[in-house]
């Protein structure tokens, strides 16, 4: 169902230098963020995914959570209810909002979860040449793997809740991670100034927080968004398939719901707006990450 | 029920007799001459689990399978059994005998005969192995014996006056010379060469896409011999939404499966569709798992039964298509065995905040919930109906100060923490036909019998049970059986909340003279229906 | 002699991944909750029928014990019993393995024929606007979610236009080129919709890549040389700039023939995806076992395939 990100491969192969080329007078830093701030596409994309974050912060200001039952039973879109009502009669526009919350919550923890074990991974196969093989082995037999057929398998026996989506889907995410980490960070422990941090006696764990880590930091501002966005569409399709938290809403389960009492054709708003919203976060957590890896770069900065 | 069946029954009355309606015009037999092959092609939303009639229980199973294992006797709308395959039936005056007599016309698709041999073959082998639920259901089978061809004598346990309709019923016949010995009967897969006494033949199978079956040319159940059109083609949609599409490009043209309502309403307003209703035999409830702390206690059940909100659950989770049962377990379509004294439980969360006080519970955290009272529901995350009133139950139950948690699960997972864990606090399903209260009681009822998830044990309620089930006559019966019905209400073993009506969908513009039968699991589909189905042009 | 070794070493590789992918599923399968033993046997069983049952499935042994006899029968092709239906898993899912291979084989062609294409337009008027909508919309078809494109694309394309059939591979009783007709007609909106999620990551991989290469000393000469700019890109950029994009069709096969459950649902497309899912749902172990066993044989083939196609393009590789 999603693809192997795009942008991660090729922030696999730009330059290792970007936060290494610190010229007089701006921090690497801040050039990123002047050079960001002039793409448009980034900008606006930055912009929905923070008014996504305000949504999902807010919604208990914004809409009630949407339970209980209405006798308005899968209305059109109308004043009382913007975004229509559901089968059991329920404000859609409230489920769309409530369903920010968690969508949001399950592609940032999953993400985080996942980039943890997966920078851990990828630092150590870099700078423990020993561990290298093993790694690098493991990352690529799990990536060969069915990924989504596994996350139903375990989803199914585990049983459904927020939780179970979260740790399956960075179960199955990290090994990208690693892979992209891994390649960056080789390329670190190979200069000069790691190896002098090493001869004068530096502990391995100093190196590699103190000098890795912040080479490979870029990389991983990239790595958690796009693991993200593909953890939201990870989680509508888990939702989709009836493995989603039966007591919370997310964009995956609103679409279930309309799948399931066959509104999917025939109330287009059941379908339409968490449809849109899934589109409206993944389009955006990517153009972010293609804006943030160009203002990186110095070759295509410099245009 | 113990009844009197004259031999004056004609073909023609034993045809009409399991007729629930014919929809459309009764058009003159237009079986036309054509070269092409008349094909119907029916949607489903899965594939043929397991081909063994004996063993597969999925909708899809039985839809396939019943085109081909002949059941005995036939349903009719208000539960009782017609004649069909069996023409006569009776008890010995000691009641610890049974017989009966089939039609002495019917083959097998290779052209053996079908005989009592088979019966014999089949009940022996359900009983021996124990084969799915039929086995439960006829506790008091002994041995059967075919005295003649047309002519089975049983011995029973005990006199049991539900054992010829269930095993009528609820058994479908399979050839004894196509299956295995008795003891490799349940493992047997089934999954080619098959034989039928049914109205069609199993010919092709492409998994995940296709079943095609061709008309057997004698098929002496209906009237012209054989089936009027001449395949039947099952399409696989895994989604309904899909599945209506196709009906209404014309790539189907029925949908064999109950539609969800707003699926339903649409079609509705196709030109080329109609949307046929067919009643429920069965009913949608919810079980307290008896084994457990607090639902062991009569008080937080009753207290339960207050918190629900049944008039939401059918007028808006069902959106009108469901009629409540009185709360009792016997449905109102039962009209010879309801209750009139029944009267559902009332909706009313300050009673259960009482009942529950009165039980001992207490709030005082004042968060407007009871405190160490937090119940999960279990439901089948798939079925659409039963997932929006699990909700509806949650909510209302939190009006009551009740803390619901819902558990919707995979449909086996669910049915394995049902029926072999017991592993819920409160479970709600469906059961689909429950014709014969003295034998569903029994089977829903007794201690450690196989659909008494919720393992009621009630020595009062089994003696009523007892008393149903030996009576031999129906007056005799339906004392017990509705004091049953009553102790279930009072002890809240079993809280019944509707009976649906189950809509189906099929293009009219080309077919008409189907048979719609009660249940689901016959709908548009039964055999009878496709056999008589005939083509408009 | 350095090739051989590259191969023999990739060979190795493969084998244990499809190891790797048997053992982590026998053991996810049986360690998870969900009783396999509920599944064939039920409590109302004699304890002689219980005990056949589960002697028949070869639940009644230790896990280490069915493991390794697991293995023994893979190793001659023998996937077992389904619990459900008593038929050979082999059987279930052969028929089904063949419209998975062509569903996602499809797709993947299609896609890297329209990638590169389209990642050398990019690649050539980067940051100009031609650029932009192909990168915008390459990351727009990515973010779509499956099912509600195909039942959109199935309402619209399919119910209203009438253009396509709904759902299903194949119309039924055609032969000879009917019947392909009929398959591929069945085949273009999953197969669409499949090329539209992934089309994004081949376009966008050659873009950078492409970039860089363009901006190379040899890409200099050969324009100091008086090469044409079009011969530059598609000779002497392209063959470097594709090297990562072979590695991405590798890494994207896993998440292609597993990740059609999605696809495979709406369409009603009959692959094996879906009858995992189906599977899971009825805790047929031995089913999903053997689909997973198939998914991860199909992979590695996959995979050793652009490992070798990698081998002869990269002269790094053959220089060992």
Not at chain 1, 110 to 136: E, M, N, P, Q
Not at chain 1, 288 to 300: E, F, G, H, L, M
Request: hydrophobic share 50%.
């Amino acid at each position: 169902m999603t693809p192997a990100a795009p942008v991660a491969a090729s922030a696999g192969t730009t330059p290792a230098a970007g936060g290494l080329l610190a010229p007089a007078d701006l921090t690497p830093g801040r050039r990123t963020w002047r050079a960001f701030s002039r793409n448009p596409l980034g900008m606006i994309s930055l912009a929905i995914i923070l008014v996504m974050a305000v949504v999902a912060i807010a919604a208990p200001l914004l809409a009630k959570f949407p339970s209980g039952y209405g006798r308005d039973i899968l209305m059109p879109p109308s004043a009382a209810h913007p975004f229509g009502t559901d089968d059991l009669g329920r404000d859609v526009l409230a489920q769309v909002i409530w369903g920010t919350r968690i969508s949001m919550i399950i592609a940032f923890a999953a993400s985080f979860l996942a980039i943890l074990i997966g920078v851990a991974l990828g630092v150590l196969a870099a700078y423990a040449k020993r561990l290298d093989g093993i790694v690098s082995t493991l990352v690529d037999v799990s990536l060969a793997l069915p990924v989504l057929p596994l996350m139903i398998l375990v989803a199914a026996l585990i049983g459904p809740s927020v939780t179970t989506l979260v740790v399956v889907i960075a179960l199955f995410s990290w090994p990208e991670v690693t892979r992209i980490v891994r390649s960056q960070a080789l390329s670190v422990t190979r200069l000069p100034y790691v190896d002098a941090a090493r001869t004068i006696g530096g502990s391995h764990f100093w190196i590699m927080t103190r000098h890795i880590l912040p080479a490979v930091a870029p990389i991983i501002v990239v790595s958690v968004v796009l693991t993200a966005s593909r953890a939201v569409l990870s989680e509508a399709g888990l939702s989709f398939l009836g493995l989603g938290d039966p007591e919370s809403w997310s964009w995956g389960k609103i679409l279930y719901n309309a799948q399931r009492s066959g509104a999917l054709t025939i109330a287009w708003w059941c379908t339409l707006f968490p449809s849109i919203a899934i589109l409206l976060l993944v389009v955006s957590a990517t153009l972010v990450s293609i804006a943030y890896n160009d203002a990186r770069n110095p070759k295509t900065r410099e245009n | 029920m113990i009844r009197k069946i004259t031999n004056a029954l004609t073909r023609r009355a034993v045809l009409m007799g399991g007729v629930v309606m014919a929809i459309g015009m009764a058009g003159i037999g237009a079986v036309s001459a054509q070269d092409a092959a008349t094909r119907i092609v029916i949607g489903t939303t899965a594939d043929v689990v397991n081909y063994n009639p004996l063993v597969g229980n999925s909708r899809s199973d039985t839809w396939v399978t019943n085109l081909m294992y002949p059941r005995l006797m036939q349903m009719t709308p208000a539960g009782s059994k017609d004649p069909y395959v069996a023409l006569d039936w009776g008890y010995s005056e000691d009641g610890l005998s049974a017989w009966m007599e089939i039609r002495d016309d019917m083959t097998w698709s290779d052209g053996t005969p079908f005989t009592a041999d088979d019966i014999v073959f089949t009940i022996t082998a359900v009983t021996t192995e124990k084969i799915g639920v039929t086995a439960g259901l006829i506790p008091s089978f002994v041995s059967a014996t075919a005295v003649s061809p047309t002519r089975v004598e049983f011995v029973l346990s005990r006199p049991d006056s539900t054992f010829l309709t269930n095993f009528g019923f609820w058994m479908p016949i399979v050839p004894k010379h196509a299956f295995p010995e008795i003891g490799s009967v349940g493992t047997f897969a089934n999954d080619s060469n098959w034989v039928s006494a049914g109205p069609f033949l199993l010919t092709e199978v492409e998994r995940g896409q296709r079943y095609l079956l061709k008309a057997v040319e004698n098929y002496p159940l209906v009237e012209t011999g054989r089936a009027n059109i001449d395949e039947v083609e099952f399409r696989v949609f895994p989604d309904v939404n899909a599945q209506a599409l196709a009906l209404r490009a014309g790539d189907l043209d029925i949908i064999a499966n109950a539609l969800p309502a707003p699926i339903a309403r649409t079609l509705q307003g196709q030109p080329n569709i109609t949307v046929a209703q067919a009643p429920s035999l069965g009913w949608a409830h919810m079980l307290y798992n008896l084994q457990r702390a607090p639902l062991d206690n009569v008080l937080v059940r009753r207290a339960l039964a207050h918190a629900v909100d049944y008039d939401a659950i059918r007028g808006i989770a069902m959106q009108g298509l469901a009629e409540s049962t009185n709360s009792s377990v016997i449905s109102p379509v039962l009209s010879y065995w309801a209750d009139p004294e029944a009267k559902e439980y009332a909706f009313d969360p300050e009673l259960s905040k009482q009942l529950l006080t009165e039980a001992g519970y207490t709030d005082a955290d004042g968060d407007g919930f009871f405190d160490n009272l937090s119940l999960s529901l279990l439901y089948e995350q798939s079925a659409a109906d039963i997932a929006n009133w699990a909700q509806i139950v949650k909510d209302s139950s939190a009006q009551a100060g009740i803390r619901i948690e819902l558990v919707g699960l995979e449909r086996n997972t669910y049915l394995a923490r049902a029926r072999e864990q017991k592993d819920f606090d409160i479970y709600a399903g469906t059961w689909a036909v429950m014709e014969e209260p003295a034998a569903y009681l029994g089977l829903a009822f007794r201690t450690g019998a196989f659909i008494n998830y919720a393992s009621v044990s009630d020595p009062q309620l089994e003696a009523y049970i007892n008393e149903a089930q030996a009576a031999t006559s129906p007056e005799a019966a339906r004392v017990p059986v509705q004091a049953a019905a009553k102790l279930i209400q009072d002890q809240v073993y079993d809280n019944v909340l509707y009976y649906q009506t189950f809509q189906f969908a099929y293009n009219s513009e080309r077919w008409e003279n189907f048979v719609i039968q009660p249940s689901d699991l016959l709908s548009l589909v039964n055999p009878l229906s496709l056999a008589s189905v005939t083509s408009k042009n | 002699m350095h090739l051989t070794g590259y191969f023999l070493q990739r060979l190795l590789r493969g084998l244990v991944t499809f190891w790797f992918a048997v053992t982590v599923t026998f053991f996810l399968v049986r360690l998870l909750p969900g009783d396999p033993v509920s599944a064939v046997a039920s409590p109302s069983m004699t304890e002689e029928i219980r005990q056949r049952q589960l002697e028949v499935y070869g639940l009644d042994r230790p896990l280490l014990a069915q493991y390794f006899a697991y293995l023994g029968q893979l190793v001659q092709g023998n996937l077992g019993i389904s619990f459900l239906s008593s038929q050979p898993v082999s059987k279930i899912l052969m028929e089904r393995l063949p419209w998975t291979l062509l569903l996602t084989g499809t797709a993947l062609v299609v896609t890297v024929l329209l990638g590169i294409p389209l990642g050398v337009l990019a690649a050539t008027r980067a940051r100009g606007w031609v650029d932009q909508i192909v990168q915008v919309s390459g990351v727009i078809g990515q973010s779509l979610f499956v099912p509600s494109i195909g039942i959109f694309l199935l309402y619209t394309l399919g119910l209203l236009a009438g253009w396509f059939p709904i759902g299903g591979a194949v119309k039924s009783d055609l032969t000879g080129f009917a019947r392909i007709a009929s398959i591929a007609h069945h085949l273009v909106l999953p197969c669409l919709t499949l090329v539209m999620a992934q089309l994004a990551g081949y376009v966008l991989t050659l873009r950078a890549t492409l970039i860089e290469a363009l901006g190379e000393e040899y890409c200099d000469l050969a324009r100091a040389k008086g090469t044409p700019e079009s011969k530059v890109i598609w000779k002497h950029a392209l063959r470097n700039a594709l090297l990562p994009t072979t590695t991405l069709i590798g890494l994207q096969i896993g998440f292609l023939v597993g990740g059609a459950v999605l696809t495979e649902t709406i369409y009603a497309y009959p692959g094996v995806g879906r009858a995992i899912f189906e599977a899971v749902g009825q805790l047929d172990f031995p089913v999903l076992q053997g689909a997973f066993v198939l998914l991860a044989a199909t992979v590695v083939i996959a995979n050793l395939v652009t490992d070798m196609a990698y081998g002869l393009l990269d002269p790094r590789v053959r220089a060992g």
